[in-house]
């Protein structure tokens, strides 16, 4: 246990270290609306009870709803606002370390998870999501800290059932909803999940009867529908107050609905490249930044066969109870809210609200590159010279991460610096 420890600590301190320039970055973009601009916010612990009872934008104008109840993150503001005001590098800061815990408890999640493989599998996977390129405006931009708490929750709740279910005891449920509960509260997105936990358990613990798996995954299921509850009675229902335009959905100024058909998959396929080719990113994807397409457009087939094959990918997994069959229903469940297929979401897309489903293209990198590893005896020295091509491709893949990152990292640095970018790179974004 010990020695995982270390191991947790040293990939959480790698992944704050890659990240430690933008400690002393402005403000950028929303960060005004949850912080430097939000009154609740300014009233420190005075305001908490305007920050849990008010829709998330409401303390920096009363008339935004934005579809957004995030009281947590918020109330992580106050605290800091409490001891630091408006210093922004309290608040990177704080992104900073709440990034490492996530990989502390992402990395216990997954040795867990996938107790049965070698733990180069967890240690793979953990660190290509720490150090994956589409985090970049995750950990630099103060106000996607709903999105990392978001992550977190999961995180530490899937752990905790997961222990709860090999130890036979169920009051580990308690601290896994603890985590959940945050989640939840601090990025709607976390709902999906709910779906995910009984197929993980389905997946990895597979001597257990559905009935079990049910039981254990009710009290996370009651977390959701309460949080639901709740933010029904703050801020109505899933549309209530808000008015998306063209210019905020480029999906919506589609002129009929074949076309609107054929830009929704293109966008499909954008959010599954980005997974795998995080370039180039941007802050923003407003209108005209993604063509409308028609299906003469060969990327709209190429995205569909892509999918296909996943689909078939997704049904001999579960067929097998393999691990990249759950990669792609993971990445399918948690990206769903945000394709606009089902709901109208904000955006057509953004490199954000990849921050939670990259996790899937971790895992099935991951078993790829644990597909090649060799028996060695026991030991680190005849682990590593048994495994030159494994661990060389993934020290190859993570350096290319590393260098993106801190290439792309200075463009957070501030608003002017980001607007530069943005412009120079989608010069005809409406916004």
Same mark, same amino acid.
């Given at each position: 246990?010990?020695?995982?420890?270390?191991?947790?600590?040293?990939?959480?301190?790698?992944?704050?270290?890659?990240?430690?320039?933008?400690?002393?970055?402005?403000? $950028?973009?929303?960060?005004?609306?949850? $912080?430097?601009?939000?009154?609740?916010?300014?009233?420190?612990?005075?305001?908490?009870?305007?920050?849990?009872? +008010?829709?998330?934008?409401?303390?920096?104008?009363?008339?935004?709803? @934005?579809?957004?109840?995030?009281?947590?993150? #918020?109330?992580?503001?106050?605290?800091?606002?409490?001891?630091?005001?408006?210093?922004?590098?309290?608040?990177?800061?704080?992104?900073? #370390?709440?990034?490492?815990? +996530?990989?502390?408890?992402?990395?216990?999640?997954?040795?867990?998870?996938?107790?049965?493989?070698?733990?180069?599998?967890?240690?793979?996977?953990?660190?290509?999501?720490?150090?994956?390129?589409?985090?970049?405006?995750?950990?630099?931009?103060?106000?996607?800290?709903?999105?990392?708490?978001?992550? &977190?929750?999961?995180?530490?709740?899937?752990?905790?059932?997961?222990? @709860? $279910?090999?130890?036979? %005891?169920?009051?580990?449920?308690?601290?896994? &909803?603890?985590?959940?509960?945050?989640?939840?509260?601090?990025?709607?997105?976390?709902?999906?999940?709910?779906?995910?936990?009984?197929?993980?358990?389905?997946?990895?613990?597979?001597?257990?009867? !559905?009935?079990?798996?049910?039981?254990?995954?009710?009290?996370?299921?009651?977390?959701?529908?309460?949080?639901?509850?709740?933010?029904?009675?703050?801020?109505?229902?899933?549309?209530?107050?808000?008015?998306?335009?063209?210019?905020?959905?480029?999906?919506?100024?589609?002129?009929?609905?074949?076309?609107?058909? @054929?830009?929704?998959?293109?966008?499909?396929?954008?959010?599954?490249?980005?997974?795998?080719?995080?370039?180039? !990113?941007?802050?923003?994807?407003?209108?005209?930044?993604?063509?409308?397409?028609?299906?003469?457009?060969?990327?709209?087939?190429?995205?569909?066969?892509?999918?296909?094959?996943?689909?078939?990918?997704?049904?001999?997994?579960?067929?097998?109870?393999?691990?990249?069959?759950?990669? /792609?229903?993971?990445?399918?469940?948690?990206?769903?809210?945000?394709?606009?297929?089902?709901?109208?979401?904000?955006?057509?897309?953004?490199?954000?609200? &990849?921050?939670?489903? /990259?996790?899937?293209?971790?895992?099935?990198?991951?078993?790829?590159?644990?597909?090649?590893?060799?028996?060695?005896?026991?030991? &680190?020295?005849?682990? #590593?010279?048994?495994?030159?091509?494994?661990?060389?491709?993934?020290?190859? #893949?993570?350096?290319?991460? /590393?260098?993106?990152?801190?290439?792309?990292?200075?463009?957070?640095?501030?608003?002017?610096?980001?607007?530069?970018?943005?412009?120079?790179?989608?010069? %005809?974004? @409406?916004?």
């Amino acid at each position: 246990m010990k020695q995982r420890w270390w191991i947790a600590l040293t990939m959480a301190l790698l992944a704050m270290a890659v990240y430690a320039p933008s400690y002393d970055y402005d403000f $950028v973009y929303d960060d005004d609306a949850v $912080v430097k601009d939000n009154r609740f916010v300014h009233r420190g612990l005075e305001g908490l009870d305007e920050i849990w009872t +008010t829709s998330y934008f409401q303390g920096f104008n009363e008339r935004i709803n @934005a579809r957004a109840y995030r009281p947590f993150p #918020l109330t992580t503001f106050a605290l800091q606002y409490e001891l630091f005001e408006l210093d922004p590098r309290a608040y990177h800061v704080g992104n900073l #370390l709440f990034y490492g815990l +996530t990989g502390v408890v992402l990395f216990f999640f997954l040795i867990r998870l996938l107790r049965k493989e070698h733990p180069f599998l967890a240690i793979a996977v953990c660190l290509l999501f720490l150090l994956h390129p589409i985090h970049t405006e995750v950990v630099a931009n103060i106000k996607s800290r709903d999105t990392m708490l978001g992550f &977190l929750g999961f995180a530490g709740g899937a752990y905790f059932l997961l222990r @709860a $279910v090999d130890r036979g %005891n169920k009051w580990w449920l308690l601290p896994g &909803l603890a985590f959940y509960f945050m989640g939840l509260f601090s990025k709607e997105d976390v709902i999906t999940t709910t779906a995910v936990l009984p197929v993980m358990l389905w997946f990895f613990r597979s001597r257990m009867p !559905l009935k079990k798996i049910a039981q254990h995954c009710a009290p996370y299921w009651a977390a959701a529908l309460i949080f639901l509850v709740i933010r029904s009675a703050v801020i109505g229902g899933v549309n209530a107050g808000v008015t998306i335009t063209y210019l905020d959905n480029s999906l919506l100024a589609a002129t009929d609905p074949a076309q609107r058909v @054929a830009s929704n998959i293109l966008v499909l396929g954008i959010y599954l490249w980005k997974t795998l080719f995080p370039h180039p !990113l941007l802050s923003d994807y407003s209108f005209s930044t993604i063509p409308l397409v028609r299906f003469g457009d060969w990327r709209v087939w190429a995205t569909i066969a892509t999918y296909a094959a996943l689909l078939w990918v997704l049904v001999r997994g579960f067929r097998k109870r393999a691990l990249y069959g759950f990669a /792609v229903f993971y990445f399918l469940c948690t990206v769903s809210i945000y394709t606009s297929i089902v709901v109208t979401n904000v955006s057509a897309y953004n490199d954000r609200f &990849l921050y939670t489903p /990259v996790l899937g293209t971790c895992l099935g990198l991951g078993w790829l590159l644990s597909r090649l590893l060799k028996p060695a005896p026991a030991g &680190l020295l005849p682990f #590593l010279k048994a495994n030159p091509l494994p661990l060389g491709l993934l020290s190859a #893949l993570l350096l290319g991460y /590393v260098v993106k990152i801190e290439t792309h990292l200075p463009v957070w640095k501030d608003r002017y610096v980001l607007f530069e970018h943005d412009v120079r790179l989608a010069p %005809n974004n @409406a916004r």
